[in-house]
């Protein structure tokens, strides 16, 4: 008898690709194994074995495959369903998930770049001959592709080699330099407790007399003391006083000035034994005790409670339950750049247990979490990571955490598949038998809808641990301080008297400003000409600190022109402005505060956001500006003012949901401040003061704010109620983006009648020389979402037939929002 395979492709196509396999082939593949295949002309790929069959492919005539990878299967059936629920709720190929969820070190294929890892340093006598071969070609070469390896060793199947090589760590892939970021612990210094007493003093500097440098010491704390608010580093008093570090040494060993860290109950984890977790307060256990009530009928929770509540510890009590079941736990969070402190958190408490999976960690790291989850090793119970940490193969899951479930970066927007991470996880854990619990201070709408639905299950803490206040949340009228000519650039008389007296306290401060660049809009005062991106529908950022013109988009820069382009008169102007423009401001207002800016520009170095975070938390820096990237659940003790510079260009973007997001981002933002005892204090400056969402956010209304915008949705079909699929067109050719769409819109609404929007252009209409066209499909909650996708991928089918509309490239986005 024949045998075939059918594979998946980490490639996008329609279906299962189809080989031929020997008898002892086919009983040995099981499916989830590897193999690595020939493809098109002379590609090579690895791909997933999927099904053993005795069916020929009736278009093509099946290659052989070059050899099984495996001695058994990576990817879990259990997995491999899920992956095919995501490729089909989502509408995209499995070989898109696929190439999603494995790392690249398991997939190499033809094109790949392989190089020496220079650490590793190996003896020719370890190396099989093929091994020597490749190794020894890259002392000549940096890098070579796999198909230069299959030239040099002179044979197709190479991948096991370098496969093993790669295992090893002799050999890497080349686009993985990243390494993890350890901050480095500062040494702090202060007077011992027992000298807090006027009297304990005095007789400490009697004693001291005879022994004159080590009074000198004492006496430069004291000035330093005085003269900033800040804990003061041993390398600032050996500065100051002069003193030597033996000097010091001999009065921290006589028990009179004592060193320390900075957050000590942060441990770095490097192998010390775990720390006990937290007590809970009579509050959390209450909220603890509701969720495993409510997971007794429901698989999934909402855990609504307000910033600074507490709800992280009380998922530490979850996740130590679920480990002692020997269950293993997901932890998923919006962005792993912005998790360093949660990591260190859960390693001090679970140890060696904590597995991080990060996209930007070195492939061998990777690969390693991917082994260990599959045997369900020790080192992988608790998996920490964001949104793709979802497709790992899990062997045995009991609980999924989705943290700060509302927020915009769980969901995919480009490449395919386009999933939302905190939907793909109730799936998962539905699969799985397992709970999942979302939290979050600001909940989506649509998962406080489900919840009021009776769908999930709903736990509220409406208190701050501690019982520490709410900030104090007062909003400016911009118009108002204009008119009375009380501001200084962009800064308001009261958020001014904010800052200084925050800053005399000893305090922080960050302030918010949601576009970065120094101003977003530069036009010509005679003639009203702005200068715009040649590739984009935009006008162009000006950039200060480089004298530039920048698009957001694509990247384009160009110098700061003297004069307008089109009429040729020095009168540009700058409108609007960005956190750069702000951090010039602050500079000049507080010139004495370090002022330090966080955004999109300042974080793109290695391990540049890391650093930022570390200097905050060490109180290096002052006064903090950034963009959004400031609200995402970072958790700072010093913070004491919270300043939002403008909320009105939140307030007006063009969205459904921007009433929805403005929310979340101000309460998640304000939320920064006051964190431990003293009470925090936000400023939110506007020219609309009244609008309904600065109400509900200055009395941390979220009910009324999610009543008001449900009411909205009804009204006008939006999500929750409705749901949406959108469609874009794409192509460098403005004309053939017209009729394509056109065509596809007419096609669309032969079916489903009204509810088509569209074809409009976004926007921004041109992005990169192409141009975007949307439609957008609203489905009323009772039209079968299944049957509409099915109608969709039919019209889209008839639509790649046209010849004329091939070259437009279709995205389709399920759930766009
Ligand atoms: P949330 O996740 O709701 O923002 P956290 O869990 O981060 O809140 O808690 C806020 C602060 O309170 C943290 O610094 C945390 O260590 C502290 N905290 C919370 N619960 C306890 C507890 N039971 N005992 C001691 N400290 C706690
Ligand atoms: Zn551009």
């Not at 256990?285 to 009928?297: D, L, M, R, S, V």
């Not at 959004?628 to 913070?639: A, S």
Request: with cysteine.
């Amino acid at each position: 008898m024949t045998h075939f395979l059918d594979v998946i492709l980490p490639i996008p196509l329609q279906k299962a690709f189809t080989y031929h396999i020997t008898e002892a082939e086919a009983q040995f593949l099981k499916t989830g194994m590897r193999v690595a295949v020939p493809f098109g002309k002379r590609k090579i790929y690895t791909a997933l074995a999927y099904n053993v069959h005795n069916n020929p492919p009736t278009a093509y005539e099946p290659k052989t495959i070059h050899q099984i990878l495996d001695e058994s299967p990576v990817v879990t059936a259990l997995q491999l369903k899920h992956w095919e629920w995501i490729a089909h709720y989502y509408m995209c190929t499995l070989g898109e998930v696929m190439r999603a969820a494995m790392p690249n070190a398991f997939i190499l294929e033809s094109e790949t770049l392989i190089s020496r890892n220079e650490a590793v340093t190996i003896k020719d006598s370890e190396l099989k001959d093929d091994e020597f071969l490749i190794y020894e070609a890259l002392h000549y070469q940096s890098s070579l592709k796999i198909q230069d390896i299959v030239a040099i060793l002179d044979k197709k199947r190479i991948l096991p080699v370098v496969n093993g090589l790669v295992e090893k760590g002799v050999l890497q892939l080349q686009e993985e330099l990243y390494e993890k970021y350890k901050p480095k612990l500062v040494r702090y210094i202060r007077l011992h407790g027992h000298y807090k007493s006027e009297d304990k003093l005095q007789e400490l500097l009697e004693i001291l007399s005879r022994a004159p440098k080590q009074r000198e010491v004492i006496l430069a704390l004291f000035h330093l003391r005085a003269s900033e608010h800040r804990p003061i580093k041993v390398s600032e008093l050996i500065k100051q006083s002069g003193a030597t570090s033996a000097i010091i040494k001999a009065l921290i060993d006589k028990g009179i000035l004592e060193d320390y860290h900075i957050q000590t109950d942060r441990i770095q984890f490097e192998g010390e034994a775990p720390i006990a977790s937290k007590i809970l307060n009579e509050t959390q256990k209450e909220a603890f005790n509701g969720i495993k009530t409510a997971f007794n009928t429901k698989s999934v929770v909402l855990l609504h409670g307000v910033t600074s509540s507490g709800k992280t510890e009380i998922y530490v009590k979850l996740i130590e339950e679920q480990l002692e079941a020997g269950k293993q736990v997901l932890y998923l969070l919006p962005e792993i750049a912005l998790t360093t402190q949660l990591v260190q958190r859960m390693q001090g408490y679970f140890g060696e247990k904590v597995a991080v999976f990060h996209s930007r960690y070195s492939g061998n790291e990777r690969v390693e979490v991917w082994h260990n989850l599959l045997a369900n090793s020790e080192k992988a119970q608790l998996i920490i990571g964001a949104r793709s940490a979802l497709l790992l193969p899990f062997s045995n899951l009991g609980l999924i955490i989705v943290d700060e479930e509302h927020e915009q970066s769980y969901k995919q927007f480009d490449p395919a598949p386009r999933y939302h991470a905190r939907d793909a996880a109730i799936v998962l854990a539905s699969m799985h038998k397992a709970e999942a619990l979302l939290g979050s201070a600001t909940p989506s709408l649509e998962s406080y809808f489900n919840a009021n639905q009776g769908k999930y299950g709903l736990v509220e803490l409406t208190k701050r641990y501690n019982n520490v206040l709410m900030p104090d949340i007062e909003l400016v009228d911009l118009a108002d301080k204009y008119r009375r000519k009380r501001m200084k650039g962009h800064f308001s008389d009261r958020l001014i008297e904010e800052m200084t007296e925050t800053l005399d306290q000893g305090f922080q401060i960050i302030l918010f400003q949601n576009r970065r660049g120094f101003s977003p809009i530069v036009e010509c005062k005679s003639c009203g000409h702005s200068p715009q991106c040649p590739n984009c529908d935009v006008s162009l950022t000006y950039h200060q600190y480089r004298d530039q013109l920048r698009c957001h988009y694509c990247g384009y820069h160009t110098v700061m022109p003297k004069s307008c382009e089109a009429c040729g008169n020095a009168t540009l102007d700058t409108k609007g402005f960005g956190t750069e423009q702000i951090e010039g401001e602050v500079k000049a207002l507080f010139p004495d505060q370090k002022v330090a800016r966080m955004d999109l520009d300042t974080t793109r170095g290695k391990h540049a956001f890391e650093k930022i975070i570390t200097s905050f938390e060490q109180r290096d820096i002052d006064i903090l500006v950034g963009t959004q990237m400031l609200t995402k659940g970072l958790d700072f003790r010093h913070v004491k003012l919270v300043g939002i510079m403008n909320a009105d260009n939140l307030l007006n973007f063009p969205d459904f949901r921007a009433h929805e997001r403005s929310y979340q981002l101000m309460t998640q933002v304000s939320g920064r401040a006051g964190r431990t005892d003293v009470r925090g204090k936000v400023l939110i400056q506007s020219y609309n003061p009244h609008h309904n969402i600065l109400q509900q956010v200055s009395t941390n209304a979220y009910n009324e704010m999610y009543t008001e915008q449900l009411n909205d949705r009804y009204n006008y079909k939006y999500p929750p109620i409705y749901r949406l699929i959108k469609l874009t067109f794409k192509h460098k050719d403005y004309n053939r983006v017209n009729l394509a769409a056109d065509w596809y819109a007419k096609s669309l609404r032969q079916v489903f009648k009204s509810n088509i929007l569209g074809p409009e252009f976004p926007p921004i209409s041109r992005i990169r020389n192409l141009y975007n066209k949307n439609i957008l499909v609203k489905i009323p909650p009772q039209q079968s979402l299944v049957q509409t996708k099915a109608a969709i991928k039919r019209i889209d089918n008839s639509f790649n037939a046209i010849k004329d509309f091939r070259a437009v490239r279709v995205i389709i986005n399920v759930d766009n929002y």
